[in-house]
């Protein structure tokens, strides 16, 4: 056991976890959204980014850039968040949180990505 | 090639020949090269990860802490910091800009938090930013910065360049030469300094210059080794080994290209020469040539010797050596053996001194010190006529030079300068001919590289005898003083000299009547030509009678502004005319038409 891979497996699947858990529930109603999550989800993906740093692999190549669009994408969403929460007149309606959550439901494709390669990249690993 | 379609597509129309996996060898040692840049970067980045992960928990822990900590408002309503807030406040306060407690005035509670923040975030950034700034200082990854810069500025070279191996003493004195020339150079050392040194030199053109281990066909490569504008590689280092790892990775890689090495041993020499031929320069053997030479023929030697200077060169002094007497050579290494031989083939009597030498069956070889004045007072100084202090030690070489001019002051000597810091000391002891290994090479080298006319002449020259050469030596005085003016190439073409073309071709034209003063045709132009290359057969110093054919190459010494003034004639059929016949022509078609002058004999 790599205590490496540990550690990358579990911020790996930690994020999109996460993720998938701001994403459930009404994509318009506020109340089944909570922004603590979105908040951790954006603090676990920065992490996961920065774990795939310096990897020369063509796979290690493609979990940055999918990390990369997660990162992205949950900014965004919580750009969009602060904006609606402080700025709009009209706060956190069902317009605003739709668009949140749907930018956060991409995030949570390009995690799904990340995890199908973790796992390819873990069944396609030979022993001796 | 990862597409086989792609792959059968190249085999189908691009046939395998020599020059073309040459061509590729070389691009794939420069891509090793490169990526081993590449990887330096990657491993910066792997080391920045650490740091970030700290910078990014603490800030999230801050920023969280603060959004969960019940706060209250101006009227005393609690109230909870929104992330937006406390991503602001931590923001600011981690960056030490601390612009107070912000929307509202902080409850002791979140005080604490803060308080604990601050210690933490301060201790996250200090750690982050201290270890991007030792990644910078890095060795490892300046160096891959530095050969990254490096090749951009090699492979954005247009111009035909010199690629130069090995940047001492000598590889200094031949990129001033060439730059004086206006050609470009590409330097390549293992000496950090001598590559920082670059920066402070005063060279015309930019010198890239790469702190590498030339031995690495990769790093020769990257110099520009593969590059199409690389016209020759010069391999100069201190080390016969990596001279010789040079010259086969040139003959490998780019069989076409003309190479140059400095050796100084003949079984190297001989390895080197298994390699197409590169043209290999011997200081000692040539030194012992130019002592021959000097011996029989002084003139020749001097212009040798100062044509061989470059530009701006000094007239050296004709020395007057003995023709014939006895010779005491101190030092019996490289040097001493190839002197002995040289002299030996003059006729000369030959004793010879040495501590320790390899092999006693020489004859003439006396065991000793050289230094020591009882070893030297048996071989008899007083009826010898020169005496060489040959050994690689400039003390040794200097006190024995003291030595035998106290003993004899009209002795002949000949040292050898090994360290370039001893210069002022062999200068001041005024040496009849002074070897200074690293100079000699770099004006070989020069005049291989400048223009292969001036190699043909410093060949061919020694043949023409001792008074030829002092009238070829008074010629250049009486046009230049004594100081090497402009060297420069014409050749008679259509394209160089289009004005000429009709004259040419009659036959007539001889090279007194070019070589005149466009302003004042009585005077002759500030110029001499050295030699005249015509179908591979060349003519050293031709007189004003040399009647000129279309397509000869004339090498030229003299004044810049001859030179100006020659072009001039070679290009306006109108200063051509006066030049050669002193008759003004109208250069404009209307007045040439209105004066109606028949036209020049062809």
């Known amino acids: ?128 | 090639m990862g597409n086989p379609l792609l792959t059968f597509w190249k085999n189908l129309f691009d046939p395998d020949d020599e020059d073309r996996r040459a061509r590729r060898a070389t691009l794939r040692v420069a891509a090793a090269s490169s990526a081993q840049a590449e990887a330096t970067i990657f491993l910066v980045l792997r080391r920045m990860r650490a740091p970030l992960i700290v910078l990014i928990v603490i800030f999230a822990v801050s920023v969280l802490g603060l959004t969960v900590i019940p706060g209250q408002d101006v009227d005393g309503r609690p109230t909870r910091m929104g992330f937006f807030d406390a991503f602001y406040f931590m923001s600011y306060t981690a960056s030490t800009i601390g612009f107070g407690e912000l929307p509202d005035p902080f409850t002791y509670n979140q005080r604490m938090w803060v308080t604990i923040s601050i210690y933490l975030t301060v201790i996250g950034w200090a750690y982050a930013v201290g270890s991007l700034l030792a990644l910078l200082q890095d060795r490892a990854f300046r160096s891959a910065l530095s050969l990254q810069h490096f090749s951009r500025k090699v492979s954005r070279l247009r111009e035909p360049f010199v690629l130069v191996a090995g940047y001492g003493r000598t590889g200094e004195l031949l990129g001033h030469s060439l730059d004086r020339l206006g050609r470009r150079i590409v330097v390549l050392d293992h000496d950090g300094e001598r590559i920082d040194g670059l920066e402070l030199d005063s060279y015309h053109a930019d010198v890239p210059g790469l702190t590498a281990d030339a031995r690495d066909p990769g790093h020769l490569a990257v110099a520009g080794l593969d590059h199409p504008s690389c016209e020759a590689v010069v391999a100069l280092t201190d080390d016969e080994e990596a001279n010789l790892t040079i010259v086969m990775a040139a003959a490998l890689l780019r069989p076409e290209l003309p190479v140059i090495a400095r050796v100084t041993s003949r079984a190297l020499a001989e390895r080197m020469d298994a390699f197409g031929s590169p043209s290999l320069v011997n200081p000692f053997d040539r030194f012992g040539d130019h002592l021959r030479l000097a011996l029989r023929a002084p003139s020749s030697y001097q212009l040798l010797t100062w044509l061989e200077s470059g530009p701006g060169g000094e007239l050296p002094a004709r020395g007057s050596p003995p023709r014939d007497g006895r010779w005491v050579i101190c030092g019996y290494g490289r040097l001493g053996r190839e002197l002995s031989a040289d002299l030996r083939a003059e006729g000369l009597e030959v004793s010879i001194v040495d501590p320790a030498p390899e092999d006693d069956g020489t004859p003439g070889l006396r065991v000793g010190d050289g230094t020591d004045p009882w070893v030297l007072a048996q071989e008899d100084l007083d009826r010898a006529v020169g005496l060489v202090a040959g050994t690689d030690n400039d003390t040794t070489n200097l006190s024995l030079v003291a030595a035998a001019r106290r003993s004899r002051p009209s002795l002949f000597l000949v040292a050898r300068q090994n360290r370039p810091a001893s210069a002022p000391l062999f200068a001041a002891m005024d040496i009849d001919a002074l070897l200074v290994p690293s100079e000699l090479i770099a004006h070989e080298v020069y005049a291989q590289l400048s223009t292969p006319l001036l190699w043909r002449f410093v060949r061919e020259m020694p043949e023409r005898g001792d008074a030829w050469a002092a009238g070829v030596v008074d010629r250049l005085t009486a046009v230049c003083g004594t100081r090497l003016q402009a060297m420069w190439k014409v050749r008679l073409t259509r394209r160089e000299a289009p004005a000429l073309e009709q004259r040419l071709a009659g036959g007539s034209l001889r090279l007194g009547d070019l070589l005149r003063n466009p302003e004042n045709r009585d005077e002759p132009l500030s110029a001499v030509t050295l030699v005249v290359l015509r179908d591979g057969e060349s003519t050293l110093a031709p007189d004003d009678d040399f009647v000129l054919r279309a397509g000869d190459e004339l090498l030229l010494a003299g004044r810049p502004s001859a030179r100006r003034a020659l072009g001039t004639a070679l290009f306006v059929e109108s200063v051509l005319e006066y030049v050669v016949s002193g008759r003004r022509v109208p250069s404009s078609w209307i007045w040439r038409k209105l004066t109606s002058e028949p036209a020049p004999p062809g």
């Open chain 1, 1 to 128: 056991m790599n205590l490496e891979k540990v550690v990358f497996g579990f911020f790996v699947v930690l994020a999109a976890t996460l993720n998938f858990g701001f994403f459930i529930g009404d994509i318009s109603d506020p109340t089944l959204h909570n922004p603590y999550e979105l908040f951790a989800a954006v603090v676990v993906n920065l992490i996961a980014t920065v774990l795939k740093f310096g990897d020369r692999t063509q796979i290690g190549a493609v979990h940055l850039a999918t990390s990369l669009v997660a990162v992205l994408q949950l900014v965004t969403a919580s750009l969009a968040y602060g904006y609606a929460e402080y700025v709009s007149s009209a706060g956190m309606d069902a317009g605003w949180t739709a668009s949140v959550v749907s930018l956060s439901a991409g995030a949570l494709l390009a995690n799904v990505v990340s995890v199908v390669l973790l796992v390819v990249e873990t069944v396609s690993f030979h022993r001796g």
